[in-house]
Each structure stands twice: as C-alpha cells, then as structure tokens.
C-alpha cells in the first residue's frame, strides 16, 4: 500500500510493456496536448498508445474509457493469435494454459466463480504463482487492461459501473488466473456488494468474496514470500478479509506478514483494530502506539491510537485536552500533504515516467495508473473524512467540523471525483449539528426529570425550562432541519445507498417528533418517518449499530416495547466484536 508522499506514476509500468515479441515494436509515448488527435487504432500498438493517452485525460466518459480497456485487450489477444498462426508459440508456460482456458470460458460469463477457478486448478490449468517471465507475453498484458478497466468501474461507485467491473475481473482471471486477478474480483465483488439491495445479493457476493479469498490467500502464503509483491497482495487480502467479516483470516494473514517482513503501517493498523474488535483495547492500544513509533508522520497510525487512547484512558479533562492535541496534530499533518501534489510528468521530456523494472510492471494494477495524482488525492480526501469521523467519536466537536469543512474545500479544488469521501464528509457535517441538537435536548430532559422528582423545586427550574425550550425551537427550527435534510440529501444524490445518511435522517426526524410544543399527529408523523430512514439504513449496512439503536428508540415512543426490545437486542449483538473503527471508513486505502 502507498503512502500520500509516494508517487503512483512511477508504477506505470504497462506502457513499456507493451513491446511484444516484434522486435520492430515501439514503446508507446504519452502525449501530453492539450487536444490530442489519433487515427483510428489498427494494431494492437495503436490500441495501446490510444488507451494510454486517453487514461491520462479527464474527459473521456467511464463507459467509453472502459470499453476502451476491454477493446485493446481484445486487440492484444487477437494480434498474439493471429501471430502464432505464422511463427512458433513463445516458450511460456502461461501462454498454452491461457489458450486452452479461453476455449472452455466464455469471455462475457458473468457466473464465473470460484468453483470455476478450482475446476481450472484440478483439470491442470493451475493459477500462476510468478509472473511471466517474457515480456512479449500479450496475453498478460491483455488482462492487465482488463484489471485496469475493472478498476476505472470500481472508481466509478456506480451499481452499473460496478457490475462492469466484476465482469471484467472475471475476465482477467479468464485470461491469467493469479492471485493478483482474484484479488480484483474480489474487491469488485465487495465493492458490488455495498450497493446492490436485491433480496440476499449482498450476502451471496460476500460469500463469494470469502471463498476467492481463502483459496487466493493459500496460494501467496504457500509460496512462502518468494515474490516481493506478495506483502502488498497479502495485506490487500487482509483487509478485505477484515471487511467480510473473516476477523480470524485476517488475523492469520497479519500474522504470516508480520513473522517474514518489515510491518507496514497499513498492517500495523490492522492489527490495532483486530485486538479491539476481540475486546483487546490495551493490546490495540500498545499495537497503535507501536505503530505511531514506527510510522510518526503516518495518519491512519495517529487516528487510530487517538482513537484508543480516548476508550482506554480515564475520562477526564486532561485525557480529552490531550486527545484534542493530538487531533489537531493530525489535521496539519493533512492539511500540509493536501498541499503537495505528486510529479505527474517528467520536466524534461514531456511524457510520463514509465519505468521498466519488472516490479513496477507486477504493481502497476494496483494504483491508480490512468492518473498519477489518483492515487494521492483518494488518500487525502480519505483522511479527511476518516478524521471527522474519529474526532466526532471522541467528542470533539469543533475538530470535526474543522475537518469537514477542509475535506470538502479540498475535494473542489481537485479534479476527478471522491464520491465516498464526499458523502461521508457530508455526513460529518451533519452530525455535528445533529449531535449538539441532541446533547442539548438530552441535558433538557434531564433538568425536567431532576425538577418533577423534587416536586416544589420545579416551579424554581420553571424559567430555566422556559430558556432550555426556547433553544429547542431554535435548534429545530424549520431553516434548520431543511439546512441538514438538503446536506445529507445531496450525500445520497451521490451515494445513493449511503447508510450513515438515512441514519442522520432517522435521528433528525425522531428529534423533531420529540421536540417540544408537538401536536400527537406531527409527532406520529415524525416517528413513522424516523423509522422509514432507520431501515434504509439497515437495509444499507445490516450490522450499522446505531441503526438499530435508532429503530428501537422510535418503536419505543411508539409503545411497541417489543419490537423495541428486538431491535436494542440487535444493537448489543452487533456492538459486539466491532472494531473501535469500523473496517469499511478505511475502504479508501485498500481500493
């Protein structure tokens, strides 16, 4: 995994391997006009040199530029067969295997699974566990096309990019079946999986996700660390295993990485979380602090010992001042790599920096190659949101909104869209104002109860719930509900399966049913709705606690004490084995 300071072009390795066995072949330069002109593609080189051009601009459609993807991987395979009609096979083993598996695969099978990966394995098609040894090898090249268009629908966020991208994984693994393929069909499929809401469709895409990665996993592990890129592959199958569910595979993966290589802060990270969703805060806690020691300037190492320095600590205001510090320490360290941006193109030759070494060609698929700042404004826009959402969790109001403020200034200001930075960013926003709505309107019923049970002490507190309703209706004012229910509207404008932005519309709406000066009928009305968003959300994120919570405080009001006991049942059972952090707000850095 990379680090914000690292440079993603320098992993664009495909352009110099597109020099095949013609010994006439060109490599393809990146033209960097303004307005590039190109005949239309012949050659499979041509194809190359369009798709990479292309990649490097910001107004080509995502369908266009995906079908681009699958086109040169076509016209690479085409020109390897039209070539061994005329010239002997190149002596790989890569290439027979992948020539019998396209004749018993068809390339638009959507049911490809991993049945079928191990029926390729037992009937002697077993995946590569290296990578081709002659560059030459178009077919390998053509499937790294196909995981690069996969990756652009993944990017995409979209249900429909998304199934296109699960089909173009599953061609890649058609094509090369290595672990590197199964592991883009498997963060193809999970990424599916978040926004499909047909009837048991999440489940059945996570379930296969399990299974593709158990069986890809065994395959790195079982080679023993031979590869030098089987570290980033195993901390990619970690987390995703983590994401799932699988805690007790990504353990095992974590483990096997920290016994045979350096820990990286990405896995160190992990690790902390493990511990904590097992209930092992001080073991988390001592893993965070390790990781800072390792890794000073690495932010998802600070937000996570931040984290658990607030559950673990006595409370106390010293603990929260020293919490606030560390917090703001982490918005400068942001703050000053959102104002770095990576060398996008060599300064004295006008193209981009290719580099041929065959490491960078095994890496190239896993960043964001069509954009050599992709990669860097994903993890700044990601921070961002992550520290909103950890600076809400402590309590830390005002570094929350700080946060969010600064996120959404940064993701304006650049080009190419963070969608689920954006939205939780968005949501961050809200919750602020939520929460203080909420703290406030707490401590309000509190007073009330206090004065009731001392019977004359209430006519004395009769002014102070004067004041605290006044602040009530100017909490809840209409400009202000309509404020928040437009921002977490335009979230799901672009997430449209946004759990945490129904969730702040169920939490919105059960506060205004129960605010004061209420008729029965908009109170009803309210708590109907309140319950409308609380399934949304559940049916987003099944295990989203806060969900449940919400669902059973609404059956509540409503009487429905059963129901209500079911749903705060549900709550306990999902709070158990959560990590402090949930696993999905560092998506961002595995994608």
Known sequence: MLNPGDHPEQLSAVAAFAVCDNASATQPALRVRRDPTFSPPVSAQQWVDVAMSCLQRNNVPLERLMSMMEDTSRALVDDEEEGSDSSPPMPTAHHSQHSTTDQTQQDDDDSYCVAGINAECEGGLAPSTTFPTVVGSRRWLAARFLLLGSRLGVQGGTEVSLREAVRLAERAVSAHCCPLTILQLCTACYCLGREVQESGGRSTLEGRVRKLLEYSSGLVMARNMSNPMDAILLAKQAWLSALVGEERR???????????????????????????????????????????????????????????????????????????????????RVEAASKEAPQEVSSTSGHAVFPVDDSAMKLFSLDDVWSSGGKHKRLIAGHWALLAHVALLVGCGSIAQLAADA??????????????????????????????????????????????????????????????????????????????????????????????????LGRLDLLVALGPGNVSSTRETHLVSAAHYFQLAIDCSPRLTAAHEGMGRVREEQGAIELSLDSFASAAQFAFGEPIIPYERFLYVVL
């Open 407 to 504: 996120g959404l200034e940064y993701i304006s200001g650049v080009q190419g869209e963070q969608k689920q930075a954006y939205c939780d960013l968005l949501c961050s926003a809200a919750r602020v104002k939520i929460d203080l709505i909420e703290g406030s309107f707490d401590y309000f019923l509190r007073q009330r109860r206090f004065a009731q049970n001392w019977g004359a002490a209430a006519q004395l507190r009769g002014v102070k719930d004067d004041r605290y309703m006044r602040e009530q209706r100017k909490l809840l004012s209409h400009d202000e509900v309509l404020s928040l229910q437009t921002m977490l509207g335009k979230a799901l404008q672009v997430g449209s399966h946004c759990a945490e932005a129904y969730l702040l």
């Open 250 to 332: 990504a353990m095992e993966i974590v483990k096997f990485l920290l016994k045979r290589c350096q820990a990286e802060a990405e896995v160190l990270v992990l690790l902390a979380l493990l511990h904590s969703a097992s209930g092992e805060h001080e073991e988390a806690s001592k893993v965070a602090g390790h990781a800072g020691q390792m890794y000073p300037l690495n932010v998802l190492c600070g937000v996570v010992f931040t984290a658990l320095q607030n559950m673990v600590d006595d409370a106390d205001h010293r603990k929260q001042k020293c919490v606030e510090n560390l917090l703001a320490v982490l918005v400068g």
